[in-house]
C-alpha cells in the first residue's frame, strides 16, 4: 500500500521581511519629501525663484502670451531685466556656488519687485551689504526715537554705526560722566555747545578716556567685551571708511584695544548687569537693554534699569 504524499506546508517569509520592506517604504517615503534647504546658496536659489514665480508678466510690463508653461516670469526674462546672462540667473536659482555681486543681488531685486523686507532677507542669504543701504550723517537720528529716549525716565541713548552717541537723556548725562555729561566746543550761536564726533564716541570713551576706566567696574572684562561686540555689529560696515578710521585710530592709541581686536572675538550685545562706580553716587548697577529700531537698525537704543 503506497504511502500518502508528504504534507506540503508554505515556507514562512523571513523574519526581517517585514521589517525590510516597511524599511523600503520609509525610504520611498524619504524619497518623495521635500529635502530641507542645507546651503546659503540653495536658500538664495529658492528664495529667488520663488518670487520669480509669483511675478506675473503684466506687472513688469511683459505681455502674457499663448503659451507659457511656467507659473510668473521665465528665468530668461528675469535675467534679461537684470541685464545678467539667462545661464548664470539660472545657475544663481539651482544653487550652485557662483558668484553674485551685490550690484548684481540689487537687480535682481528690483526685477522681482522686493519689498524692503525681502531686499533685506536677499542680502542676508547672499552675505552681501545692500548698496542701496543709507549712509546717513550722525544727526539723522528719527525725531520719534530722540523723543523716545527724551520720554525715558532712566538712563538712554542711541548709538550709530561706529559708536558715535547721537542722543542721550538726562539721566544717561549723569550716568556716563566724561562721556555725556558736559559738551565741549565752542558755542554755534544755538545756545548749545557743540561736541567733535569723536568725544561722543562710546569706544573713544572706554579705551582713551581716563574717566571711562574709572567708572567701568571690572573694565578689562568690559572692555573686551565691547570690542566683541562692535566686531559683531560692524560686520557689514567693516570696511568703510568712518569705521576703518576708528579702528585704526583705537588701535593705534589703545595698547588695549589693539589686543582685544586681534584677539578676533566675537560677540553679541547681550543684555544684563552693568556696574559703575560714580564719582557721586558710588557703587551702583543697571540692567541693560538693546533694541534696533525699526527701518534703521544702523542704529542702537540702549537703555538701562536701575537695580
Not at 102 to 115: D, G, K, P, W
Not at 166 to 191: I, K, M, Y
Request: proline share 8%; hydrophobic share 45%.
Amino acid at each position: 500500500m503506497a504511502s500518502p504524499p508528504p504534507t506540503r506546508n508554505r515556507a514562512a517569509p523571513p523574519a526581517t521581511a517585514n521589517v525590510t520592506i516597511a524599511g523600503r517604504s520609509a525610504k520611498a517615503r524619504a524619497s518623495k519629501a521635500t529635502p530641507i534647504t542645507d546651503t546659503p546658496a540653495r536658500a538664495l536659489g529658492e528664495f529667488i525663484r520663488a518670487h520669480r514665480e509669483r511675478l506675473s508678466p503684466l506687472a513688469v510690463g511683459l505681455p502674457p502670451g499663448p503659451r507659457r508653461r511656467t507659473p510668473g516670469l521665465r528665468r530668461e526674462e528675469v535675467a534679461q531685466l537684470c541685464g545678467v546672462s539667462a545661464t548664470w540667473y539660472t545657475w544663481i536659482e539651482q544653487g550652485r556656488p557662483v558668484s553674485a555681486s551685490a550690484e548684481a543681488l540689487a537687480r535682481i531685486a528690483v526685477a522681482l519687485q522686493l519689498s524692503r523686507a525681502e531686499r533685506a532677507y536677499l542680502f542676508e542669504l547672499a552675505g552681501e551689504r545692500d548698496p542701496a543701504e543709507p549712509a546717513l550723517a550722525a544727526a539723522d537720528a528719527p525725531a520719534t526715537l530722540i523723543a523716545t529716549v527724551d520720554h525715558l525716565d532712566t538712563p538712554a541713548y542711541v548709538l550709530d554705526r561706529q559708536w558715535n552717541a547721537l542722543a542721550w537723556n538726562r539721566q544717561a548725562a549723569e550716568l556716563f560722566v566724561g562721556w555725556l555729561d558736559e559738551p565741549t566746543g565752542p558755542d554755534d550761536g544755538s545756545g548749545k555747545a557743540q561736541a567733535p564726533a569723536h568725544d561722543r564716541n562710546l569706544l573713544y570713551f572706554a579705551f582713551l578716556e581716563p574717566a571711562g576706566r574709572r567708572l567701568i567696574v571690572d573694565w578689562e572684562t568690559r572692555a573686551r567685551r565691547l570690542v566683541a561686540e562692535f566686531r559683531a555689529d560692524s560686520i557689514r560696515h567693516l570696511n568703510d571708511a568712518p569705521t576703518r578710521a576708528l579702528i585704526d585710530t583705537l588701535a593705534a592709541e589703545s595698547e588695549a584695544f589693539a589686543r582685544f581686536w586681534a584677539s578676533q572675538d566675537v560677540g553679541v550685545r547681550e543684555g544684563g548687569a552693568r556696574e559703575f562706580d560714580h564719582p557721586r553716587d558710588g557703587r551702583i548697577v543697571y540692567d541693560q537693554i538693546t533694541f534696533k529700531p525699526a527701518h534703521r537698525e544702523d542704529l542702537l537704543l540702549v537703555v538701562l534699569i536701575r537695580r
